[in-house]
């Protein structure tokens, strides 16, 4: 797939999966690597190469046991790369929505995420090697629709592990749907309807505009699920 001219203040879904579809991450420290990472590597300022190995060092630094979660090493970047809009992490592969507000920002904050994390990895579990599937997919995001149905694909993904009829625009239990994704921690749908857990991750102003507020975009994301209108994205999902 080709990937768009990146240019400032448009809005981007940002893709890529493991290596030969294999799982990139293994435990829940590897999930809080990659959300630390959302947020350590979207600055201009280079990364210091101490903080990319602080969790290999102090894996005991890091907890599971509660939703709202302290993230290890995240400041508030002065000059950030990209708006991270949504995010959504599955054991191979992950989704972004990003606003680019920098010339090459987005190039710029995957090259640095994708070499971060994979060295994290690599060292972690001693393996050499590519850990993603080539260089990240993009597809541009620009008419309302797309701004109302992409981040609800995004934060359903993770109905493939428990419901992947839903892929067929059907699902068999749609309340067991609901409390699962309501309890998914590795991606932004719980900040998004106010349930805190990577609150400093994501910039989510405007797509809860777009929405009507917290309330709307649960109300909004549920009743998604009951129609299952997978036809409105279509175009932009990179399956």
């Known amino acids: 797939m080709k990937k768009p001219e990146f240019v400032n203040d448009e809005v981007y879904h940002v893709?890529?999966?493991g290596v030969e579809k294999r799982d990139v991450f293994l435990i829940d420290q590897d999930y809080l690597r990659f959300v630390n990472n959302l947020s350590e590597f979207n600055d201009i300022k280079p990364t210091l190469p101490s903080n990319i190995r602080y969790l290999i060092r102090n894996p005991k630094a890091v907890t599971s046991q509660c939703l709202?979660?302290?993230l290890?090493?995240?400041e508030t970047s002065n000059e950030p790369l990209v708006e991270m809009l949504a995010f959504c992490l599955m054991p191979n592969h992950y989704h972004l929505l990003v606003r680019q507000l920098v010339d090459n920002g987005i190039v710029r904050f995957m090259q640095k995420l994708g070499t971060g994390y994979t060295n994290y990895f690599n060292q972690k579990n001693e393996?050499?090697?590519s850990l993603f599937q080539g260089?990240?997919?993009a597809v541009l995001v620009s008419t309302e629709k797309h701004?109302?149905?992409m981040p609800l694909y995004i934060h359903l993904n993770p109905l493939d592990l428990i419901a992947p009829e839903w892929r067929e625009?059907?699902?068999n239990n749609l309340n067991k749907a609901i409390d699962f994704l309501e309890s998914y921690r590795w991606s932004s749908y719980l900040d998004y309807i106010g349930k805190k857990n990577f609150p400093l991750v994501t910039q989510r102003g405007y797509l809860l505009e777009i929405s009507g507020g917290l309330k709307n975009f649960k109300k909004y994301t549920n009743d998604f699920m009951a129609t299952m209108d997978l036809g409105e994205i279509q175009d932009l999902t990179l399956e």
């Open 169 to 171: 625009k059907k699902l």
């Open 135 to 137: 260089r990240f997919k």
């Open 68 to 70: 709202e979660v302290q």
């Open 15 to 17: 893709y890529n999966r």
């Open 147 to 149: 701004f109302r149905y």
């Open 72 to 74: 290890l090493n995240i």
């Open 127 to 129: 393996r050499v090697g």
